[in-house]
């Protein structure tokens, strides 16, 4: 099951389901790239509320969607990690490090308005 | 041991259903959430090995009683090449694969025992254990 990506104004976001598997994670990474190019993304949500995990391969990937995305003029911000994963990802040794998170999506569209408030702001 | 659970790995969907069984298994057992996460992501981790490094090999989830407790045993199983320096797979940030080098160390921090019996050219099993709590 490919991973549904939804616009939402400027905004892409991509709706992680239970039971994803590596290809799936991969196949949305390039999917988001052509996508953001197609809508003119400045910013993508990636929601992972449903995900019951997140191990080594799946937070190297997100990370690299991130940074990608970022690459190609879109801001990115990861939402919905549940308290259990993120126990057990900080147990892992997984930071995301340079991926802004945000407790779900309605703190994280707000967060990706203040990015592109200010990236306006600055004339970029 | 009483029921054994086999699931074999072939490929990236069978890393899924690995960690759901163990999840399952656990929850039957009465491990509560944040034990049931840490063990499917221990096993997620070492499914995964199977796929990149050996092509196919096993999981198998166990009950046992030891001590006069109840343990959860995964026990990961290929045939692959081995591993030549287990200490350096050990280690954090060591990989020779696609991941961030924290599969088998982060595997080993998430569970009370770990094991791992390896040599190049006689495959890979790695023992984890994962102690109910008392009271459960």
Known sequence: MRVP??????????????????????????????????????????DVTALDLIDSFGARTLRGIALALRLRGAETVLVGIQPDVAFAMAQLGLTLEGVDTALDLE???ALLSRRLAARRHNGR | MDAETRVPILRDVDVVTARQSGRALGASLGFGAADLTLIATAISELARNIVDYAGR?????????ERGRRVLVVVARDDGPGIPDVGLALQDGWSSGRGLGLGLPGARRMVDEFEIDTAPGRGTTVTLKKWLPEGR
């Open chain 1, 107 to 109: 703190e994280g569209t």
């Open chain 1, 5 to 46: 990506v939804l616009k939402q104004g400027a905004c892409l976001v991509a709706v992680f389901q239970p039971g994803l598997t590596d290809a799936e994670l991969l196949a949305l990474r390039e999917d988001l790239s052509v996508r953001v190019g197609e809508h003119r993304a400045r910013g993508v949500v990636l």
């Open chain 2, 57 to 65: 090999g096993e999981i198998v989830l166990a009950i046992a009683e």
